[in-house]
C-alpha cells in the first residue's frame, strides 16, 4: 500500500478511520478483501504473489497498515515480502509493543517500510529506515513512501481533502471517502520529492490516485472503528479492461469477536 490517511481518537464517536490506496503492479495475483481466517474475524485483502497483506484489521481490533518506503538504490529484490509482517501480527497472539520488540531484531531483513500498528487501547508508528518506534498520540495522520506525516504533496493535498469528512464530523461515509481517495491531481515538478526513481516516475506516483499501463492504484479502502467497537471496512478493487476501470465493492462488518458480511 503507498498512501494512508487515519484519524486516531479525533472523530466524534470513532476510535479510529482509515481512507488508503493500495497502488502496485497491475499484473501483481491478489484477492480482494475477505475474511482470512475460518472464525470470520480477521478483515483483509491478501497478495497472492507473496502471501502477505498491506491492510488488516480483527474483531479484536488489531489493526496494521504498510507503506513501502521508496529508496530504489537499498532495495534487495531477494528480500522477503513485507506484507507477511502483517499477517504474522494479526494472527499471533503477541501485543503489539511485543510484536515490535521482535521485528526490530529482524528488519534488516526487508527492504524499507513504515509501519502502523496497534490494537483497542495504543497506535504505534515503526519504520525500519530510523529504527525507532513512535507511540501514537490523537491524532490526524498521513503516510505515503516516506516517513510519517512527510510534507509529499499528495499527504498534504490528502488530509487537507480529507479532514472535513474524516475529523472534522460524526458521519463518516464511507462512499464519500472512496471518491476523494480518486483525486487525480499532479503536483508541479518543484514540488516533487526526489526519491532516486526518475522525474518520469516521480511525476506518475504524484497523484493521489495514479493510474498508468502497468502500475496504478489497485484498491481503496475505508475502515471505521466505533468506541463502542464496531469495525467497518469497505474495499474498492479497481479492475481494467480495455481502458476503463471498472470497480468492485465489498462491505464487511464486525462486532466484538465475530464476523458478519453485509
Not at 509482517?85 to 526490530?104: K, W
Not at 510519517?148 to 469528512?165: A, I, N, T
Not at 499532479?186 to 526518475?198: A, I, K, M, N
Not at 475505508?222 to 476503463?244: C, M, N, P, Q
Request: overall charge negative; glycine content about 10%.
Amino acid at each position: 500500500m503507498c498512501l494512508l490517511f487515519f484519524s486516531y481518537r479525533t472523530t466524534p464517536g470513532f476510535r479510529l478511520v482509515v481512507a488508503a490506496n493500495r497502488d502496485e503492479f497491475l499484473a501483481r495475483p491478489t484477492a480482494p478483501l475477505s475474511f482470512l481466517n475460518p472464525t470470520g474475524t480477521l478483515l483483509a485483502g491478501l497478495d497472492l504473489q507473496g502471501g502477505g497483506t498491506w491492510l488488516g484489521i480483527t474483531a479484536g481490533q488489531k489493526f496494521a497498515a504498510i507503506t513501502n518506503y521508496r529508496d530504489p538504490a537499498t532495495n534487495r529484490p531477494e528480500a522477503p515480502t513485507r506484507g507477511r509482517i502483517l499477517i504474522d501480527y494479526l494472527t499471533g497472539d503477541c501485543s503489539a509493543v511485543d510484536f515490535l520488540q521482535l521485528l526490530a531484531a529482524s528488519e534488516a531483513r526487508y527492504n524499507g517500510f513504515n509501519l502502523i500498528l496497534g490494537d483497542a487501547e495504543e497506535l504505534f508508528y515503526y519504520s525500519n529506515k530510523n529504527g525507532t518506534t513512535q507511540k501514537l498520540g490523537p491524532g490526524f495522520y498521513g503516510l505515503s513512501n516516506h516517513l510519517l506525516d512527510s510534507p509529499w504533496p499528495k499527504v498534504m493535498r490528502g488530509k487537507e481533502l480529507l479532514r472535513p469528512f474524516m475529523v472534522e464530523t460524526a458521519q463518516i461515509d464511507h462512499l464519500q471517502l472512496l471518491t476523494i481517495l480518486e483525486d487525480s491531481h499532479r503536483p508541479p515538478d518543484h514540488r516533487l520529492p526526489e526519491t532516486g526513481v526518475g522525474l518520469d516516475w516521480e511525476r506518475l506516483l504524484s497523484p493521489i490516485f495514479i493510474d498508468s499501463r502497468d502500475y496504478g492504484t489497485r484498491s481503496s479502502a475505508v475502515i471505521t472503528v466505533t468506541e463502542a467497537g464496531a469495525i467497518s471496512f469497505t474495499e474498492k478493487t479497481l479492475h481494467r479492461t480495455e481502458g476503463r476501470i471498472n470497480p468492485q465493492f465489498v462491505h464487511l462488518t464486525m462486532n466484538g469477536s465475530s464476523g458478519l458480511q453485509l
